[in-house]
């Protein structure tokens, strides 16, 4: 399994002031498949995909994607190997319209140099028409063409949810992380948001990890789920294996076990 | 009311896609030309300085308004350029070279400061960028065989292409022949993918990130356009100053281009502009004030900077948009009469961050 697997996480520790917010976590995600992290709230997993985007580092413990090893990377080089993510308080460029939000999505594969860009050569106009092309598959993908033009800071939250999605996903990444996709949604943008991850799934071939405490929405198109409380990891199987995990039903009743 | 149709890709990043927006800046642009047609000499001078400053605010709004990184030390910027620009043609560098080698000196020392400031935030930055201002002025002020020191440094004749440039409409001229780069040269860098790292930078840092951008190197980027940009209007300064000494380069001439952004809106071109009009408005205003003022408060030394501040701190508290937010609600107001109503510019619900459901 960990030969074919696409992420593969290995005894993930941090402490923040003598608290273990992670320890010793290790699992793996396999190209293709949906990855749910559940687990009550401060139990850690928002601090795992941290983590794994470099913005908090570990105290111990590997973390491997394909041939990378992410720990050797600088925050802003984790996108170049594929894996872009969301943010649980959406993180959007509040004063770009949602089209300059979308482009800076497709930095990585755009080259910056401000001499060229002061002059806007011929070749910076190419390569800006070209990937505004990109960007629109994605609006056209998200249904969100109406919004376009608008300023974030304009924008009703469902909307910024989902720009905050289509900005990832122009970075064309292999890997998303989702921190919270449909926490705050009503339930028909909700379940908007599970359509949408499907064909995510199937139509870009993206892994998707995605933490959720909407179980409706785990149950549906989550492969494989990870509980995890304090830290600590409790179970890993399939969506009815850890509803009925006697251990997982604890942590979240608030009984210790 | 106009409404936009677009037929392609190519209308976003074209600039000016409106006929209105065409219209008026093409007038804009025609009165500028014809400027000394319909000026006096003294206001002529008077409108190139506006020009200049309007560079200089253009190089803090750079910085500032897109990159949200403040600087209470561009002052130097603009001594340094004036200062260099000096220094070289007066060993006979023409000024030509002379503008290409300040403008990248300026860009060089800027990019240092972005090193040295790239890890601090607010506060902290203020702070370093007000000292590296204090050191740029003993710097001037100290290094008399170079700078001539406190008793000054006069600045060579103006000369262009082996052509002298004496008259006020020929230094007019080169004014807006360099605004007008300055102008294009930032409104070109926004619609490319250094400038939205910049707005990226600005509005969440991790994020950009998380998205693969270089957020150090963005703010040394920043930074060094930034000081190019404000040491050229210090080379066109120095011309419109004739004399040059080291204290018109202090914290009061930072604050005053602090000043001219935040009122006239921070991140937009525009906004430097208007606020380099308000700035030249400024001083009449002031002379004015003093008169009708009783003498115990008009004669006060502390006066200017006091009226700075305030006005920063009325506008941040009362149109945070500055002079550009009212001019676009203005121009909104005029594209969709009689349908404009109070609530269009009212704030929509803005959101918690914590909101959401367990
Ligand atoms: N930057 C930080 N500094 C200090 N403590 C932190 C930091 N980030 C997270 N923690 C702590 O780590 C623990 C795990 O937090 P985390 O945000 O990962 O929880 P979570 O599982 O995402 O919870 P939620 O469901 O509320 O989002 C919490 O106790 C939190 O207080
Ligand atoms: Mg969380």
Known sequence: ?257 | MQVLFKTCYEDDIRFLAKTGEKVRVGLVIAALLAAPLWLQNYYLAELGLLLVYAIAGIGLMILTGYTGQVSFGHAAFLGIGAYCHSILISHGVPFSVSVILTTAFSAAIGMALGRSASRMHGFYLAIATLAFLILVETLLGEWTSMTGGYAGLKVPALVVFGMPLKAVWQQYYLDLFFVLIVVMAAANLFRTSTGRSFLAVRDSELSARSLGVNVEWVKIQSFGVSAAITGLAGVLLAHHLHYLSPEVFNVLESLKLMLMIVVGGLGSILGAIFGAILISLLPISISFLKDVLPPGIGQQAGLEPLLFGLIIVLFIVFEPLGIYGRWMKLRYFFETFPYCRKSSFVRQKSYLRTERLR
């Open chain 1, 1 to 257: 399994m960990s030969a074919a697997a696409m992420l593969s996480v290995r005894n993930l520790s941090i402490m923040f002031g003598g608290v273990h917010a992670v320890e010793d976590v290790s699992f793996d995600v396999n190209p293709g498949e949906v990855f749910a992290i559940i687990g009550p709230n401060g139990a850690g997993k928002s601090t795992i995909f941290n983590l794994i985007s470099r913005l908090y580092e570990p105290c111990s413990g590997t973390i491997h994607y394909g041939d990378h090893d992410l720990l050797e990377l600088p925050a802003h080089k984790i996108v170049r190997t594929g894996i872009a993510r969301t943010f649980q308080n959406i993180e959007l460029f509040e004063q770009a319209t949602v089209l300059q939000n979308l482009l800076v999505g497709r930095h990585r594969h755009m080259s910056a140099n401000p001499l060229t860009a002061l002059a806007f050569l011929p070749s910076v106009r190419k390569s800006e028409l070209e990937h505004r092309r990109k960007v629109e598959d994605v609006i056209d993908l998200l249904d969100i063409a109406q919004y376009r033009d608008e300023r974030i800071a304009d924008l009703p939250y469902g909307a910024r949810k989902n720009v905050e999605l289509a900005r990832a996903l122009c970075a064309e990444p292999t890997l998303l992380l989702l921190d919270e996709p449909a926490s705050g949604l009503s339930s028909e943008e909700s379940d908007d948001v599970g359509f949408w991850l499907e064909d995510i799934k199937h139509d870009l071939g993206v892994t998707l990890v995605m933490v959720e405490h909407d179980m409706n929405l785990v149950g549906s198109i989550a492969d494989r789920v990870m509980a995890i409380n304090d830290g600590r990891l409790i179970a890993i199987g399939t969506p009815d294996e850890i509803r009925d995990n006697q251990e997982v039903q604890q942590a979240y009743l608030g009984v210790s076990a």
